[in-house]
């Protein structure tokens, strides 16, 4: 009797930590935010020709991006697509340090971003380019 109950309530905890475990797992929306910031920061890192900034950048997004996979595996092929027909592009820019190539890769890309929100019924999210990169970060390096 005493021992059933001892395992009862060990199970409840058990119950208790996944369900805390799983409170802790960033929501999609979350994931999209940190995507849509790291996103607006490759553009003005590019701009401004920092383009160790801009491939951090990327590089940060396309861990963002493995997380997406995770939180929401419905999404997995949708964004393993976006990633080799866009951010490919985008990498190639960064690497050519190719700001008129990137400009215009940036805007299929863009494209493709409102495109998956259409597609997955959320058609009122529409991601547009801030007017200027966060205030946090300096876009342009130092001049030497
Ligand atoms: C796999 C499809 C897909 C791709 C690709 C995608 N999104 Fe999203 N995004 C979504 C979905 C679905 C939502 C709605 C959030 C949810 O389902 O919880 C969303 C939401 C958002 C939001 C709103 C977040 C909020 O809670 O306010 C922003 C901003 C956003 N996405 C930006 C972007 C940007 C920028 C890109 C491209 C660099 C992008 N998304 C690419 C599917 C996608």
Request: charged share 30%; proline share 2%; aromatic share 12%.
């Amino acid at each position: 009797m005493l021992k059933s109950h001892r395992f009862a309530l060990i199970g409840c905890v058990v119950a208790t930590l996944a369900s805390a475990g799983d409170e802790f797992k960033p929501t999609f929306g979350n994931v999209m935010l940190e995507f849509a910031s790291r996103y607006s920061t490759l553009y003005y890192s590019a701009k401004a020709s920092n383009w160790e900034l801009a491939k951090y950048e990327l590089h940060e997004f396309v861990e963002v991006q493995e997380i997406a996979e995770a939180v929401r595996p419905k999404h997995k092929d949708q964004l393993k697509e976006f990633e080799d027909k866009h951010v490919s592009k985008l990498e190639k820019d960064i690497e050519k340090k190719d700001w008129e190539s990137f400009k215009k890769d940036f805007a299929q890309t863009t494209k493709a971003c409102n495109k998956c929100h259409q597609d997955s019924g959320y058609s009122f999210i529409h991601y547009k380019l801030p007017s200027h990169g966060v205030e946090f970060l300096k876009m342009e390096l130092d001049k030497k």
